[in-house]
């Protein structure tokens, strides 16, 4: 999935509030941006890198 930061924060939101959800619910995240204004960053392993997340 091609998606930018706020959708990484949307889905550890879910993931903190998992405990909350029976088997029964049913759980929507939207993600409503895109990775096309991070190709220079995030997507970029030379600049990722450089930040120390990558080796």
């Not at 930061?5 to 949307?10: D, L, T, V, W």
């Not at 029964?24 to 096309?36: A, E």
């Amino acid at each position: 999935m091609f998606l930018g930061n706020s959708a990484g924060a949307a889905m550890k939101g879910l993931l903190q509030l998992k405990e909350h959800f029976t088997k029964d619910d049913v759980v929507v995240v939207l993600f409503h941006d895109h990775g096309s204004r991070y190709v220079g960053k995030m997507f970029n392993d030379d600049w990722m890198k450089a930040q120390g997340f990558l080796d």
